[in-house]
């Protein structure tokens, strides 16, 4: 088994129920749900800026998929809670579930990047993933705290409820 650390984002309808459903569903992919860090609302960042913001959180889980089986998992529960394939990239969706980090795996191909290429540039990723874990780092050495200390305070990220409910819990 591995651990590793999902993203989840939702800025169309119930926006915690949609964050909470992928928890729920998750276990049903391979995937087991340790913890989950606080709920965070958050600026919309990329290429749509002009959207509602976004209800971000994190995830510490186990599972003993290879990345892309990771992937593939992250998008069944997608397809379950209501996304559809395509749209706009960094577009309005009900849920999102990104692969983050998976143990010291590094891996690349042209449907995943591990770890994630933007884990060390977003704000709204970082303060999530170091509530989980304030030593985490990526399998070159990056400390995630050390990113957060030099990232611009632009991109806002605010604690918006308690953390999502785990089997765990």
Same mark, same amino acid.
């Given at each position: 088994m591995l651990t590793g650390f999902l993203g989840l984002g939702s800025n169309v309808g +119930?926006? #915690?129920a949609n964050l909470q459903a992928a928890v729920d569903v998750l276990p049903a992919h391979g995937v087991e749900v340790r913890a989950s860090s606080a709920t965070y609302d958050t600026d919309p960042v990329g290429e749509i800026l002009d959207q509602p913001a976004f209800l971000?959180?994190?995830l510490r889980v186990? $599972? /003993?998929h290879d990345p892309e089986a990771l992937l593939d998992a992250c998008k069944a529960v997608e397809n379950a809670l209501g996304r559809e394939a395509g749209? &706009? #990239?960094h577009g309005p969706r009900p849920i999102d579930v990104d692969v983050l980090l998976l143990g010291d795996v590094e891996h690349r191909s042209d449907r995943l990047t !591990? &770890?994630?290429d933007q884990v060390l540039a977003r704000r709204f990723v970082l303060? &999530? !993933? =170091?509530e989980l874990d304030l030593e =985490? /780092? $990526?399998p070159a050495g990056d400390r995630l /705290? +050390? /990113?957060l200390a030099h990232l611009p305070l632009d991109e806002g990220v605010r604690r918006a409820g308690p953390p999502l409910t785990t089997l765990g819990a």
């Open positions: +119930d926006r #915690r971000n959180a994190c186990e $599972t /003993a749209g &706009p #990239r !591990l &770890p994630h303060v &999530p !993933l =170091l =985490l /780092a $990526t /705290a +050390d /990113a």
